[in-house]
T-cell receptor
Framework: DGGITQSPKYLFRKEGQNVTLSCEQN?????MYWYRQDPGQGLRLIYY???????QKGDIAEGYSVSREKKESFPLTVTSAQKNPTAFYLC?????????????FGDGTRLSIL | GDSVTQMEGPVTLSEEAFLTINCTYT??????LFWYVQYPGEGLQLLLK?????DKGSNKGFEATYRKETTSFHLEKGSVQVSDSAVYFC?????????????FGSGTRLSIRP
């Protein structure tokens, strides 16, 4: 089955520590996205990538970094500069260049501070 | 810029009641419209979509019609079940949207009483 795999499901971060969230897709999609969701709120775009080795900042990129070295992988690093990282993080992918296509989502990673 | 506005929740209904969740949008050109559903602790799943005016998307008893004249895409279901309890997101993807981003509404939490 094709889909998006996020890991881990739960993650804990200590003060001053960087942590990396994994996102892998086998849908052969060009575009990948990272969203942050806070309790009772909608999705906010952190970073997105339309093609390998290229990515752009979304609406709330400060304190986060990404890489896109392979088409199927788009890891997100939450750095120590992100002062309020506790949230539910969702990765998504879509076929690019076609506005009819929806985004497909992983099951999310819940990040908490120790 | 493009935007999506959906009715605030929470919405609480009794089982077998009729459901409407309102969604209106602002966009340049002719966007594609989507409804996503999020069950507790999970990612978003595509519920239905419509890609042009007067299209009706439908799935699992839910329906929504793309109304260009009122810029709306309201979600309806004739008889809700307890298992429909979730958060519902309206979204659009514009044909001219840079980087093929999807714009999400803030979500509407639906609770169904047995």
């Amino acid at each position: 089955d094709g889909g998006i795999t996020q890991s881990p499901k739960y993650l804990f971060r200590k003060e001053g520590q960087n942590v990396t969230l994994s996102c892998e897709q086998n849908l052969n999609h060009d575009a990948m996205y990272w969203y942050r969701q806070d309790p009772g709120q909608g999705l906010r775009l952190i970073y997105y990538s339309q093609i390998v080795n290229d990515f752009q900042k979304g609406d709330i990129a400060e304190g986060y970094s990404v890489s896109r070295e392979k088409k199927e992988s788009f890891p997100l690093t939450v750095t120590s500069a992100q002062k309020n990282p506790t949230a539910f993080y969702l990765c998504a992918s879509s076929r690019d260049r076609d506005s009819n296509q929806p985004q497909h989502f992983g099951d999310g990673t819940r990040l908490s501070i120790l | 810029g493009d935007s999506v506005t959906q009715m605030e929740g929470p919405v609480t209904l009794s089982e077998e009641a009729f459901l409407t969740i309102n969604c209106t949008y602002t966009a340049t050109g002719y966007p594609s419209l989507f409804w996503y559903v999020q069950y507790p602790g999970e990612g978003l799943q595509l519920l239905l979509k419509a890609t042009k005016a007067d299209d009706k998307g439908s799935n699992k008893g839910f329906e929504a019609t793309y109304r260009k004249e009122t810029t709306s895409f309201h979600l309806e279901k004739g008889s809700v079940q307890v298992s429909d309890s979730a958060v519902y997101f309206c979204a659009l993807r514009g044909p001219y949207s840079s980087a093929s981003k999807i714009i999400f509404g803030s979500g509407t939490r639906l609770s169904i009483r047995p």
